[in-house]
């Protein structure tokens, strides 16, 4: 429970412009035209993250990362989501694989909040539990996925926006 909490925190938290490029700016501005103050809230009301609302909803995450507590959370685009094999979205909202499902989200969130500019290479423990490595040079890379879009700042947290969907190991 206490990993599902803090997931839902961080989706929770403000995205604000000001911390994204002009490009990526109106990319991540939500579909009114306003930025919202919570993790869950932005990715609700942004075009770029529906299908981890879908998911975080089906997770019944939302209250969690709508909360005070603070996350770091790596968001994966719709792209991001597009790019996983054929069916593996579809699989995810079947009611037998909701515990895979809650995994995989609460593996893209960080307790506390975590600017880019206070990453630093090295391994950092997930609210899953397993850890995520981070690498940092001449952008932030987690595991394997870029980040894109960082320091997108929240009332619970901050949001670093990775271009592929962070697959726990098996």
Do not use: C
């Not at 839902?8 to 938290?13: D, K």
């Not at 809230?41 to 529906?50: L, R």
């Not at 709508?66 to 996983?84: I, S, Y």
């Amino acid at each position: 429970m206490k990993k599902v909490t803090w997931l839902i925190g961080l989706l929770a938290a403000t995205l604000t412009a000001t911390s994204v490029q002009a490009k990526e700016t109106a990319s991540l501005q939500s579909k009114d035209g306003h930025t919202e103050n919570t993790i869950v809230s932005i990715a609700s009301t942004n075009d770029s993250f529906d299908v981890l609302t879908a998911l975080l909803k089906h997770a019944e995450l939302v209250g969690v990362l709508n909360g005070k507590t603070e996350f770091t959370v790596f968001a994966p685009t719709d792209d991001a989501f597009g790019r996983l094999p054929a069916g593996t979205i579809e699989s995810l909202f079947q009611p037998e694989n909701k515990e895979l499902l809650t995994t995989i989200l609460t593996y893209h969130v960080v307790p506390g909040s975590v600017r880019s500019t206070d990453l630093s290479s090295g391994s950092v423990d997930s609210v899953a539990g397993i850890p995520l490595d981070i690498a940092v040079g001449s952008g932030v890379m987690v595991n394997t996925s870029n980040v894109v879009a960082a320091d997108i700042e929240a009332s619970n947290g901050v949001i670093h926006v990775v271009d592929a969907v962070l697959l726990p190991p098996q």
